[in-house]
């Protein structure tokens, strides 16, 4: 497809488990944007890529939360040990960068994560 | 990036223009405006920025004031699927570490039939 690609839609987990949560940019867009979204709040910075390293990470709650992007294309958002309060949905985001770059950022449709 | 305020929410009828305001009084020289709207249970969706011209694209104006303290967003013609929260907010220039978008809580219009 054309535009950001998430998966899983939908993930429920138990509290303490593991998860993976990807995410499949705009083809040629360099920077790679996560964030997540608690109810009835805007969404919440999470990292920032450009290329394949990190260019701002400040938003990652803690040592639990870390998200990868080895080829700069895919990334992974990986989350240790889940709690309860990490239930929200997680958004992605590219955009592409060079002259004529609006800025713009592309969303995906999220991944909602519950953690029971 | 500069802190941006929005009433919490506001509605209009349909057909009608809807007019949503946004107060940035601290923001930079060299910050953009932008607005994003997010339907419910979608990913936010890009609508229109500037920097201080007013701007004008097929989904909606935008309007800065002279001294770039605040801005509207005109939706000339809302329909029911212009319902949605729009996020007003303030960006650096697309480079380095500072191009994310900081969202606030945004402002819910409703648009009634």
């Known amino acids: 497809g054309a535009g950001v690609s998430q998966t899983p839609s939908n993930k429920v987990t138990e509290k303490g488990k593991y998860v993976e949560l990807r995410c499949d940019p705009i083809s040629g867009h360099t920077a790679l944007y996560w964030y997540r979204q608690s109810l009835g709040q805007g969404p919440e910075f999470l990292i920032y890529f450009q290329g394949t390293g990190a260019a701002d990470d400040s938003g990652l709650p803690n040592d639990r939360f870390f998200a990868v992007r080895p080829e700069g294309s895919v990334s992974t958002l990986k989350i240790q040990r889940t709690e309860r309060g990490d239930s929200a949905v997680y958004l992605c985001?590219?955009?592409?960068?060079?002259?004529?770059?609006?800025?713009?950022?592309?969303f995906g449709e999220g991944s909602r994560l519950t953690v029971l | 990036d500069a802190k941006t305020t929005q009433p919490p929410s506001m509605d209009c009828a349909e057909g009608r223009a809807a007019n949503l305001p946004c107060n940035h009084s601290t923001i930079s020289g060299n910050e953009y405006v932008y607005w994003y709207r997010q339907i419910h249970s979608q990913g936010p969706q890009y609508i229109i920025h500037?920097?201080?011209n007013n701007e004008t694209n097929e989904m909606a104006s935008l309007i800065i004031t002279e001294d770039r303290k605040s801005s509207t967003l005109i939706l000339p013609h809302a329909t029911l699927r212009d319902t949605a929260v729009y996020y007003c907010i303030v960006r650096s220039p697309s480079t380095g570490a500072n191009s994310k978008l900081t969202f606030g809580k945004g402002i819910t219009l409703s648009v009634r039939p």
């Open positions: 500037g920097l201080k």
């Open positions: 985001a590219s955009s592409g960068t060079g002259t004529g770059n609006t800025g713009e950022l592309f």
